[in-house]
């Protein structure tokens, strides 16, 4: 537990680097910010009113502290091409972005540990070959290339799935969790749950590709180590038979690595969302990331950066956190 | 399996000089002006297929431009971005995880510290957030690159030197009267190349996707400059109706990375004892 609070507390100074850097990034932009954000037809007045609305007229200590003291009560200010509250885009369109996440994590698990445990334990085999020449594919695929393949083939050419979007339109949802198969299951709206479901699959597909890629090689190499320890001779000498000596002490200890490795990546995987949300039109996080950017929203790209920054930091915290549950020995 | 493991070197390094050729020679090589368009002649399908024209042999995009020549001009920007933040990531990062991880302290806490703060952002972020704010271009686009890249080497160069400066041959050109920075230049730095060198490759390959990728976003180089990622978003509008527009250019990003991650493959299994213990 003390661990724990350590790791807490030592992640503050970090935050707080972040936040002053993704803060400092408006100051960087060349040429006014206000007048970029309201184009060559703003008024002199309009632009005055915008200055200090953003409060960008007072000193750049006093805007990071004020800054971050409406950051601490949630107050992220309104955007200005939706000309709503920032948290209240963030909330609506969050969900989306975490079930294509945790969709996309769920296509890398399956495709990865299974290949990447088969090809260590048939190591040098033709299998293993095969299975790492598919993960060196696997990641030099630009996956927002990918993404249009399948749109290309699986949508347009055998029309098998659709190609933009969450649901069909027409298709009433009763919101719950946000995550629209959770929410379909718990109101048993099977309907909703099938055209959910067919809309996240490339999306998912797409950025779960790169990441299956990286965790094969790793939970083979992995595996590879750990086969090599003692106590799994032990284990094969008393008599275990194989699958026993695969699953409860080879890979319970290869896991270890692996899940290291998909905390890790879970970044790669909220930043690459941006380019496969924005391939599928997928209505998250990231597609609402570059419309701010190209509107010059500022003040949104801001917080929706500071958003993917904390995030992909509280993440890491929880892995650190699942060490122990997968290897006791490991306390807080 | 040495033989295999040189075969990964010559296929990879040979695409990656297919790259270099393209890229340093494209005006010689693209049989027209990447930029010059011919409105009669606009979506014309590659040459083997119906309607396809021997003039333009990977066809042509809805300005009536030829795409072979628009993906030999695109080479330069993937070479040019690659090359160039490869060379200043890798400087800045070598250069600040050498010196903190020699001299430790105080050099060593700052820099930690300032790597922590980058290796907190995803690298993708660190460079769609810089391009949101600095807006298009390609010195940029090379120093967003570098600015989510310089912590990978920084933090590899940082541990190896840790060891190395312990070793004996460390302490035997201090012993003979070597200053600090001579010692570290002289022999601390030189042993790290192989592991630089690997990040450096396989850093090329994630640096070339996420330029593709930014270009594809809208956030790279400025739209009339020829890249890859430009040419894909722009096809993307024809994906039913002129699939050559996405086709061509994803294969070439795809081939061009794959090289370069077969060549960093090949170099890791021959750089990496353990790797070679594991076969």
Redesign the interface.
Known sequence: MNRLIRRTVGAI???I??SF??FL??H???GDPVTLMLGDNATPQDVENLRRELRLDQPILVQYGDFISRAVRGDFGKSLKFNEPVMKLVAERLPATLELAFASLLVAIMIAVPLGVYSAVKH?SLLDHAGMSIA??G????N??LG??L??FLG?QLNLLPVAGRIEYGIEIKSITGLYLLDSLLTGNLAAFWSAFQHLLMPAVTLGSALAAIVTRISR?SV??VMRQDYVVTARAKGLNERTVIWRHILRNALITIVTILGLQL??L???S??TE??FSYPGIGDL??QS??ARD?KL?QVL?LM??VT??VVNLLIDILYSWIDPRIKF | MFSLRFLKIWVGGAILSLLVVCGVAAPLLAPRDPQAQTLEDRLRPPRWLENGSPAYSLGTDNLGRDMLSRIIYGSRISLMVGVATVLFAGLVGCTLGAVAGYFGSTADEIVSKISEIFLAFPFLLIAIAIMAFLGQGVGNLIMALMLSRWVQYCRVVRGEVLSLKERDFVSAAKALGGRDFYVLYRHVVPNTFASVTVIATFGMAIVIITEASLSFLGLGVPAHIPTWGSMLSEGRSYINRAPWLTIFPGLAIFITVFGINLLGDGLRDIFDPKLRRQR
């Open positions: 100074p970090v935050i680097g972040i850097l993704i990034l408006l960087l932009a060349p040098n060196l594919i990641v030099s695929l630009p927002f290339w249009i393949m749109i290309y347009g190499s590879l180590e970044g790669a909220l930043s690459g941006v380019v924005t391939v990331l570059i950017i190209s500022y790209t950066i993917f920054a992909y930091f």
